[in-house]
């Protein structure tokens, strides 16, 4: 069988907005990639938007990326560690590269009949530790949807946060719960300058402050770091393992949050957790609000025993009221377990994908 690799183009509507600092998500709107060969089919998905809102990539530049410069690097399915090697010239598009990258570890994993979380490095727990994000919303409403997250047993709650906004919503929140394990998530909304603001939120006993400063700063969090006593967090700031790298060595976080999209692939994801266990840093892995196919990557990287804090690693059933999967995975008691099915283990409903994309095509890899 010849080598294919697909693409769709999805709009899977969410089953209510989610609202963060820089902008309102209704629907998931992004890349489903499929690659057939010798009876095997991978999946994967790009973590990209419609906008570059987030961090510079966007679904376009993806699609274009991975056609003009990323695709014709897998011909002969290589592992991941040497197509990684092979775009090394590529500058940047890390979104892109890790869509193609975990491609290929649901091909490895399933040429080796294993499910995916079984062939990671760093050994495995078994099982993911979940938390809730909520987005932004009336303090009424963020606090009941707070309120449902804790009755269903999530792991920690994380709210999310915007200037001038941020007091009233951790006071409403702490007010009544006052001993869960609560985050906020600023998405780059504040800058140095707003140092005196960010010390109010001390007070609130949070495990962790996420991506206050701009998203591509290092410098700033690290002075920011010395002057408050809230953990701090970084995700955008972290896209490969070299930030990483510089952000320990001039003390800029406390925790990381890792995407694997975000940072390369999954290749890319065990080295900065591993530079993060060794040098005491907390981690847990992060989404963007992906189907089941990005989720079940996530699931699969947040049960490694790299991995010590909650993540983002919900069930699918929080977003979309029907997902592009026929065995979406569970959630019981805060606790999501990886597929045992062969890679990701993604069963695809294949006539709902065909509903849901908006356009499809091949790339050429020859």
């Not at 490895?108 to 062939?119: D, F, M, Q, S």
């Not at 040098?279 to 990287?301: C, F, P, R």
């Not at 805060?334 to 994309?357: C, Y």
Request: proline share 4%; charged share 30%.
């Amino acid at each position: 069988m010849d080598l294919v690799l697909r693409y769709h183009y999805v709009n899977l509507p969410m089953i209510e907005p989610f609202v963060y600092s820089e902008e309102t998500e209704v629907s998931r709107n992004g890349f489903i990639f499929v690659l057939k060969d010798d009876g095997i089919t991978a999946y994967s998905e790009c973590v990209t938007n419609d906008n570059p809102f987030y961090l510079y990539e966007y679904n376009t530049t993806a699609i274009n990326v991975i056609k003009d410069y990323l695709a014709k690097s897998i011909a002969d399915v290589p592992e991941p560690k040497e197509f990684l090697e092979r775009i090394d010239h590529v500058k940047g598009h890390e979104m892109a590269k890790g869509a193609i990258e975990m491609l290929l570890w649901d091909y490895k994993a399933k040429k080796e009949k294993l499910p995916l979380y079984k062939i990671l490095d760093g050994g495995t727990k078994g099982f993911a530790e979940t938390g809730l994000s909520v987005g932004l919303d009336s303090t009424d409403k963020m606090v009941k949807k707070v309120e449902r997250a804790v009755d269903r047993h999530y792991k920690r709650i994380k709210v999310k946060i915007s200037k001038g906004r941020e007091l009233d919503i951790l006071s409403a929140v702490r007010d009544k719960f006052s001993d869960i394990k609560l985050t906020a998530d600023a998405n780059s909304n504040y800058r140095i300058s707003d140092i005196e603001l960010l010390k109010k939120i001390d007070k609130f006993n949070l495990t962790y402050l996420e991506q206050p400063l701009n998203s591509d700063d290092l410098i700033d969090h690290s002075k920011l770091r010395k002057e408050i006593y809230t953990p701090i967090c970084l995700d955008e700031s972290i896209v490969s393992p070299d930030k990483m790298r510089k952000a320990i060595e001039i003390k800029s976080l406390d925790v990381v949050n890792i995407k694997p999209g975000r940072v390369g692939g999954f290749h890319n994801s065990l080295r900065i957790a591993k530079m993060a266990k060794e040098n005491d840093i907390h981690v847990w892995v992060g989404g963007m609000e992906e189907t089941s196919v990005g989720k079940n990557y996530n699931v699969a990287l947040a049960s490694s025993k790299l991995i010590d804090y909650p993540g983002d690693t919900g069930p699918t059933s929080e977003l979309f009221s029907r997902d592009i999967a026929t065995n979406p995975l569970t959630m019981n008691d805060g606790i999501v377990t990886p597929s045992e099915e062969i890679g990701i283990g993604v069963k695809i409903d294949e006539e709902f994908l065909n509903e849901v994309t908006i356009f499809s095509g091949s790339i050429k890899l020859k």
